[in-house]
């Protein structure tokens, strides 16, 4: 999408180089996988307070999932290493609540990019900052009365202790230096760490990784802006919303890309995540929305200028349901006929 800005085709001040980025918005589609102790608990939330025996797919095949990845035209992936559960899917050597204790040892995060590195799709690893296990003393975000989901507006008063963004960091190391190449780290929750640890932790993630992008989500309702509270970060991310469609400067854009923070000018590619379920993690009796919402969804992402970040969650067994492949192949074919992979 073009800009009208001042700015367009100049480096900016950002850490990775133009064509770098650009790179990363001709990968356009990719799929994001939920996969974790909120499979098992069927707590999107989940409270950490499961024993990781809890964890116990029979049949996992993650080449599968990159397998229906590949088929659907994505050419990246990024796994859910760790969600609010506090449960890894590595082996971690700074807890005990991982694979290595769970009901399946397998450790996923390294089949997951080693699948990924044989279909030649991007890995990615996504990590988050609120964890309901390994707190350290710090406040997370707290449930409404009745338990069955969280006050959003209590993210704006959780924080994470100096301990824990410790642990954060070495868990962090970990996943940056273990399994090779990582092409996108995506961090979330990151306002409840502090501005300071989120500048520490990015510039060791891009020492560590130097061509990967770095993602600190913003969360909903962004309406387009820069927060301060996900920063830094080398992408702007829309997280189930797309960026308007306003007049700016003379032209209708959606995405824009160029954006000034603390007197430098950085560009700053777009990233929708959406899912195929109504839900991100599978829950039982979900069925994938239908042909014309998820082909409305990728239509406006691209046309916004973002990439789309399509979520799918295996279930159980360890395993993509044969509804969310078909719902995918369907919307391939329909992106396909439309010229738009």
């Known amino acids: 999408m073009k800009e ?3 700015l367009a085709g100049k480096s900016g001040d950002q850490r990775l180089a133009p064509k770098a ?14 996969f974790g102790m909120s499979t098992f608990d069927g707590d999107e939330f989940s409270r950490g307070d499961r024993p990781s025996a809890t964890y116990a797919p029979d049949k996992l095949d993650v080449s599968q999932w990159i397998g229906v990845a590949r088929d659907a035209g994505m050419k990246y992936a990024v796994l ?3 969600h609010v559960a506090g449960h890894c899917l590595w082996p971690t050597a700074h807890n005990d609540y991982h694979v290595g204790t769970s009901g399946n040892r397998t450790d996923v995060v390294d089949a997951f990019v080693a699948a990924c590195q044989k279909a030649g799709i991007l890995p990615g690893l996504y990590y988050c900052s609120w964890d309901n296990r390994n707190r350290f003393g710090s406040t997370t975000p707290h449930f409404l009365s009745d338990g069955t989901a ?16 410790d642990f954060q960091y070495k868990q962090m ?15 979330d929750i990151p306002r409840v760490l502090s501005p300071g640890f989120r500048i520490q932790l990015y510039d060791r993630l891009a020492e560590l990784q130097p061509h990967a992008v770095i993602v600190m989500n913003r969360g909903f309702f962004t309406g387009g802006k820069l927060l301060f509270s996900a920063w830094p970060t080398d992408i702007l991310n829309y997280e189930t919303e797309v960026p308007g469609y306003y ?3 003379g032209a209708t854009a959606g995405h824009q890309a160029w954006h000034e923070f603390a007197g430098k000018h950085y560009y700053l590619p777009g990233e929708v995540c959406d899912t195929v379920n109504p839900h991100w993690f599978w829950v039982e009796g979900d069925r994938p929305k239908s042909d014309i919402e998820l082909l409305g969804q990728a239509l406006l992402s691209r046309s916004r200028g973002c990439n789309q970040l399509l979520d799918v969650g295996p279930d159980r067994h360890g395993l993509i349901p044969s509804d969310q492949i078909t719902a995918l192949q369907r919307l391939r074919k329909n992106l396909d006929a439309l010229g738009v992979l």
């Open 4 to 6: 009208n800005n001042p």
């Open 150 to 165: 969280v006050d959003t507006k209590s993210l704006d008063t959780s924080f994470a202790t100096r301990a824990y963004e």
């Open 21 to 34: 980025l650009h790179q990363w918005e001709k990968l356009g589609f990719g799929m994001f996988i939920h």
């Open 247 to 249: 007049v700016h400067q």
């Open 80 to 82: 859910t290493a760790k």
């Open 173 to 187: 190391e970990e996943l940056a230096t273990r399994y090779g190449d990582i092409g996108e780290f995506w961090i």
